[in-house]
């Protein structure tokens, strides 16, 4: 019994360590937009890394219950999450490339563009309607683009759709 259970747990833990192998990196640069760090040199992110580290961790504590979904886009929904959670605690601006935009705007614009997940799927991770989520993405491009000014930082109650 002992045996097989060790096993299990190698053979769960091997197929962790690949996944983490094949999708770390696309994963970190997601982070690392989320975080709107500077470009930095590759690990000296810490903030991302630490989202990154804590939404592996999560997805390697559910991965026997995965049952066919994808454990990529459980650690990007993760990763939002956690991001989400923790954007009252935003750092002032620090030159980063995304730093001109809100955390939603952030989080909406990295989801949709750089992950390519449609809007559908954002708008249900972040409780925001299919038009709320395309009206922000909106916005967040006219302001990447310059052809709107930055705006203002609104708490974590306006990021996950709650609130007027």
Known sequence: ???????????????????????????????TLLTAEPADPPGANPRAQRLLTASLARTFADWERLRGEDPYDRTRQELAARFARASWRHHRPRGGLLDRLTPQERLVLVLRLYEGVSEEQTAALLGLGRQQVRAVCNR?????????????????????????
Do not use: I, K, S
């Not at 197929?15 to 994963?27: D, T």
């Not at 683009?145 to 007027?164: E, K, Q, S």
């Open 1 to 31: 019994m002992r045996e097989r259970h060790a096993g299990r747990q190698r053979c769960r833990a091997q197929e962790f360590e690949a996944f983490v192998a094949g999708a770390a990196g696309r994963l970190l640069h997601t982070a």
């Open 140 to 164: 967040a491009v006219a302001t990447m683009r310059g052809t709107r000014g930055p705006t203002g930082r609104r708490g974590p109650a306006r990021l996950l759709g709650a609130g007027p």
